[in-house]
């Protein structure tokens, strides 16, 4: 009873509230994981073109998925090591501060979707060839801009 109390006040408080939906979601996690990686995939391709940070935001808030926003780091960090260019390094560097800022992307969602290049890095180099380098640049800029912690920028693998 207690524990539901609480639930009640928490929901109730405006702040307290949209912290919960940030955490746990509230209704995104019934649509199938295919369709959310091809929207997610959508939302970063139209954010390049358009450059627009809060309409990015705002499309990844109403997919409603939370414990999912580690795929959106992964598709990101991984259409920069597919870029030829600085753009895409700058604009996706950008995101993710701003995303990380708001408190949109969680620590865990972060780490998650950095492990995951991580783990994929050997088979992203086959196609990528100077992937590493692009990555080690990549995780010191984050580190840098303050959106990874050390031990995640430490788990990142060289050649």
């Not at 865990?108 to 100077?130: A, S, T």
């Amino acid at each position: 009873r207690a524990a539901l109390d609480r639930a009640t006040v928490l929901l109730s408080m405006t702040k307290g509230g949209n912290r919960i939906d940030n955490v746990w979601g509230s209704g995104g996690g019934q649509q199938s994981v295919k369709h959310l990686v091809k929207e997610i995939d959508m939302l970063l391709k139209e954010y390049l073109l358009s450059g627009d940070i809060l309409e990015a935001e705002r499309c990844l808030q109403e997919l409603e998925v939370p414990h999912f926003h580690h795929e959106l780091v992964y598709e990101a960090v991984v259409m920069v090591l597919e870029s030829t260019g600085e753009k895409t390094f700058k604009m996706i560097l950008d995101l993710l501060k701003s995303l990380w800022t708001s408190s949109v992307i969680t620590m865990d969602q972060m780490k998650r979707g950095y492990e995951r290049v991580y783990r994929e890095i050997p088979d992203i180099n086959l196609d990528v060839p100077h992937s590493y380098s692009v990555l080690e640049r990549f995780v010191e800029e984050c580190f840098q801009a303050g959106i990874i912690s050390k031990p995640v920028r430490d788990l990142c693998p060289s050649r």
